[in-house]
């Protein structure tokens, strides 16, 4: 098994994570991850409300007694301090944060005892993310779905293994696939963050079956980085921050006509909103990366887990071998 100091430090046995998708996972989702043997985890921002979260933890904790951990919106949490409270009061194991300056939230979960992960998209939130005491860092490309920044993975993951050799430093974005864990790895990263290949699994039961299908459905050239779902919606998204996602017929429609979008917000908002109850792909906002053609199927989380990780460490191996042979 590949083992690094994120597996160390977790006692895990794959070196990858669940990404904790603010209403696209759960605790069932974070509890098959981390019984297959690595850190399941689920998105702690959203509005299903305090008895949500708290029986999402207990259902984990009722499946398994290995880590997992609860991630949040970063500047969002100011708006609703509620979730977080109640993840530093349960002793949730471990936090993720993500896009935005990370203290003092980081500095409160290692007084609670947690390991702390912090999701960074720019140099500058790798540096804030350092400086408020964080254990780990994810580095997250914009090949990633979801919310994510305008650099790359692998310059990004690069630039941080180098400046950070003290820290252990995750890869996220478009590691679907043990081969794409295998170049992360080899770049530097001690894991990955796995999160549109989470999205088709069983346990991912707050994604529509349609969303599902469309991503299976995707040969990883149908999705685009837009700014146009967070026009759409009231909480602020920091600069540089933005999803990727299907493109669809709403996004081909209304991409890039920011001032039309505004002036037409409610009503575009209304039947986004319509669409996302009724499963309709081609105006809800499907978050996906660029490695979704090699999601081609339904399949349990398990199995993702353990395909990825084993696949990446037999590459390895296979390369080190050829390495060694070469050099005889």
Known sequence: MLRTRFTDLLGLDYPVMSAPMSNHSGGQ???????????????????FGPDWLRQQIADVRSQTGRPFGVGFITQLIEYNTTNIEIALEERVPVFIFSFADPDPWVRRARDAGAV???????????????????????AQGNEAGGHTGEMNLLPLLVELVERYPNLPVLAAGGITTGRALAGAIAAGAEGASLGTAMLTTPEAVEVP?????????????????????????????????????????????WDGRDAEVLARREE???????????GDT?????????????????RPAADVVRDICVG???????????IERQRQ
């Not at 043997?37 to 959203?46: D, E, I, S, V, Y």
């Not at 575009?268 to 009724?278: F, G, K």
């Not at 081609?282 to 081609?296: C, I, R």
Request: glycine share 12%; charged share 20%.
């Open 209 to 253: 079956e349609t969303f599902k299908e469309r991503i299976i459905l995707s040969d990883g050239q149908d999705s685009t980085f837009t700014r146009l779902y967070d026009l759409l919606g009231t909480r602020p998204w920091p600069e540089g921050i933005a999803g990727r996602v299907y493109r669809n017929r709403l996004v081909r429609e």
């Open 268 to 278: 575009i908002a209304s039947d986004v909103a319509a669409a996302r109850a009724n």
């Open 116 to 138: 702390t992960i912090c999701q960074v998209q720019s140099l500058e939130l790798a540096r804030q993310a350092v400086d408020a005491g964080a254990d780990v860092l994810l």
């Open 29 to 47: 989702l974070a509890a098959a991850v981390s019984l297959a043997g690595g850190l399941g985890a689920f998105g702690g921002t959203n509005d």
């Open 312 to 322: 990446a460490e037999s590459i390895l191996r296979g390369l080190t071998e050829r």
């Open 282 to 298: 081609e105006l809800s906002a499907v978050y996906m990366g660029q490695g979704a053609g090699h999601v081609n199927a339904i």
